[in-house]
Each structure stands twice: as C-alpha cells, then as structure tokens.
C-alpha cells in the first residue's frame, strides 16, 4: 500500500529524542508515516555520510511506491535542503521549521566546533546548492519562521522563491516546539 513518509530531520541536540519522538507519534494519521532521521551532529563524522543515509532512506521509500517529504528542524533544515537538491525529483515536499540556512558566518565558534558536520553543511549550502534550486524546485519548498528567534535570525529562514508561513511565537525551542505540537496540522499540510 502507499503511504506519504515524512522524514524528519532534527537540529542540534538529537543525541536526545525523546520529546520529539512522543511529539511526532501524534502525527500519524491512516495512510501517513513519520520518521525520524537523526543526523548526531555532534559525533564529530562527516557531513557526507549523514546525508548519504537521508538519501538512501528516500531512494528505498520512493522504490517501495511511497509519496515522500522532508521537514528540516532548525540544524536539520541545512540538511534537509541538501538532500532536496540532490533528490528534488523523487520528493513531494521540503517544510522548514525555524532553519538555519542562510549566512554560515554568523555560525558560532562552540557550534562549528561542537558539531562540524552541521557547519561542513552549511558551507556547502553556499558553495553552489541554493543557487543551483530552480524555480520549479523552490515553489515545492516553505519555511515557518517565528515572529523572533534567540538562535537562529529569522531573516536565515529565508531562500528566495519558496513560500513562508508564520509562527505566532518568540524563542527558537518554544517556536519549535509549537509548530509540532499545536501547529503539527499546518506543517502536515504544507508536507503533503
């Protein structure tokens, strides 16, 4: 039977799961499948590898007969636009939640440091990625960016030509945490 896959890929922290895992097993409906693609930006690997996996995992699906999406959760986001660009054709939907896509200069020392693979992301992001989306590609693609964001600015949420929905919320977890929690309906939505 086919089934739409949301494959969800987690910012930073995703050594720790378990509140989102609890959050993202409320949105499975008849007919939809969420799951998670933990990256362990922290392991100090490669970005390359990571992303491999996000790939393959949506080569096996689409090869099952099944409607794919991606959403990107912040660090995760970086990821996900990566994997879309490589596999655009094969994939429904990219939703972005709070991303940090755009300026890789305003990445802290701690968080290139601590987490290499999410900054060798970022770079390759602006070595040809973003300018490569076409405009085909770019209307497949939304971001929820928050009315503020202690983390990730706002105006890093942005590529130009995808479409933007609001979140009516302030602080980077707390945005998060409302758009899959109360706001899970619309990110489902804008994924299918």
């Known amino acids: 039977m086919t089934m739409r896959i949301i494959l969800y890929i987690p910012g930073l922290g995703d050594h720790n799961l378990r509140g ?25 690997q490669p970005f390359e590898p990571k992303l491999r996996k996000i790939i393959d995992r ?16 912040s660090a995760g986001a970086s990821a996900a636009v990566h994997a879309f660009a490589r596999r655009s054709d094969k994939l429904a939907k990219l939703v972005l939640i709070c991303g940090a896509i755009q300026h890789p200069e305003e990445v802290g020392e701690d968080t290139k440091r601590e987490n290499p693979a999410f900054w060798e992301s970022m770079l390759a992001l602006h070595d040809g990625v973003l300018d490569k989306l076409t405009d085909i590609e770019r209307r497949k693609i939304v971001s929820f960016v928050p009315k503020s964001d202690d983390v990730v600015n706002p105006k890093n949420m942005r590529i130009d030509g995808i479409g933007y929905e609001s979140l009516p919320t302030h602080g980077h977890v707390q945005s998060i945490a409302y758009a899959i929690t109360v706001g899970a309906r619309r990110i489902i939505k804008k994924a299918y």
């Open 20 to 44: 989102q895992r609890l959050v993202l097993a409320a949105w499975r409906r008849r007919g939809l499948r969420v799951e998670i693609c933990q990256m362990n930006w922290n392991d100090k």
């Open 58 to 73: 949506i080569d096996a699906l689409v090869a099952q007969g099944h409607i794919v999406s991606l959403v990107g959760v």
